[in-house]
């Protein structure tokens, strides 16, 4: 699935090695596991589209690697990562113990935990070293990814934050679909959260940023979800052709987790919460990326909400003020 997804990540972004998950123990299912792990992080890591990760046992690069063991004693497992920058210095490590018996939970559990944990680090670490280049000294692909990865985008101000950064990746590289769509996914979602008065001339490229996106996307990148997106912020009453383009681009990548989350929303504004469950629930593991993972939360809350279960609504969107009480 991930070879056939046309994630188009730009040249300039991060590197992420993953080494294969290694383990000692003889036994068949501790080895399957293993490489069903390595699979799974490979797949989840892939579809984050703001570096470039790949399985390799070759020598060492000059990007972020991360390296796990699985251990076994009789039925208990315990998985070991280690995460480490380009110059490598370890910044993180992550231990989480399981059991054979219940070995198809915690495989899915551990490699969604792991890729969110490494994800975050990553992010983490990229944004601190870039904050440290004098503007001016800044790369459009530098630009492009403070815009999106940083943990600020939970309030006006830090879509706003965002908005700036992005643009002056577009003014580097005015060619670039992947940074309009990054800069799409910005202003939509503020427009979506009411601060079309607090970030300034931004809400008036709207359909300029859609239209370049238009241009320079193929019919069958999942960047396209933010023209669906756009339409529903800019008030597009034609319901009926919005629900058959969702569906073709939903159809065309069914487990794309970016694509999944935009649509969820639009079915949401739309008033269909049965198909925003569906792609929540097909997404529910993909989703780590901030400020994706908190977005997604409130979608279940949202939809929880037009469903008329309002205990759970309630539940889920008071973890959602506790995240971001912007």
Same mark, same amino acid.
């Given at each position: ?162 908005? &700036?950064? =992005?643009? $002056?990746? %577009?003014?580097? #590289? +005015? !060619?670039?679909? *992947?940074?309009? /769509?990054?800069?799409?996914?910005? @202003? ?58 969702? &569906?073709? =681009?939903? $159809?065309? %990548?069914?487990? #794309? +987790? !970016?694509?999944? *989350?935009?649509? /969820?929303?639009?079915?949401?504004? @739309? ?56």
């Amino acid at each position: 699935v991930a070879g056939q997804m046309p994630t188009r990540k730009p040249a300039g972004f991060p590197d992420l090695i993953i080494r294969p998950v290694h383990t000692t123990d003889p036994r068949p299912d501790v080895q399957d596991l293993a490489n069903a792990l390595t699979g799974d992080l490979a797949l989840l890591l892939d579809a984050v589209r703001d570096y470039s990760a790949r399985v390799s046992q070759g020598p060492q690069s000059d990007g972020y690697e991360m390296k796990t063991t699985l251990r076994a004693s009789g039925e208990r497992l315990r998985l070991e990562a280690r995460l480490s920058a380009p110059d490598g210095v370890m910044i993180d490590a992550f231990k989480m113990n399981g059991d054979l018996s219940d070995v198809f939970d915690w495989q899915d559990e551990t490699a969604a935990n792991l890729a969110a944990r490494v994800t975050s680090a990553v992010f983490k670490q990229e944004v601190d070293r870039i904050r440290a280049i004098p503007e001016d000294k800044r790369s459009a692909e530098q630009w492009a990814f403070y815009g999106f990865a940083s943990p600020t985008w939970l309030d006006w101000e830090g879509h706003l934050g965002a908005l &700036g950064s =992005l643009d $002056r990746a %577009l003014d580097l #590289d +005015p !060619e670039n679909g *992947f940074f309009y /769509a990054r800069a799409l996914a910005a @202003l939509t979602s503020a427009l979506g959260l009411g601060y079309r008065d607090k970030i300034g001339d931004y809400a008036d490229r709207l359909e300029d940023w859609a239209a370049q996106l238009d241009r320079l996307e193929s019919p069958q990148s999942p960047a396209r979800i933010l023209l669906v997106w756009s339409q529903i912020v800019g008030d597009e009453s034609d319901t009926d052709r919005i629900r058959a383009e969702i &569906g073709a =681009l939903t $159809r065309h %990548l069914p487990f #794309d +987790p !970016e694509l999944l *989350f935009w649509a /969820a929303w639009v079915h949401l504004y @739309l008033g269909d919460p049965v198909a925003a469950f569906e792609c929540i629930n097909r997404n529910r593991s993909a989703v780590f990326l901030q400020p994706i993972d908190v977005g997604s939360l409130a979608q279940e809350g949202f939809a929880y909400l037009q469903l008329g279960q309002f205990d759970r609504a309630l539940a889920v969107l008071e973890k959602c003020y506790g995240i971001a009480p912007n």
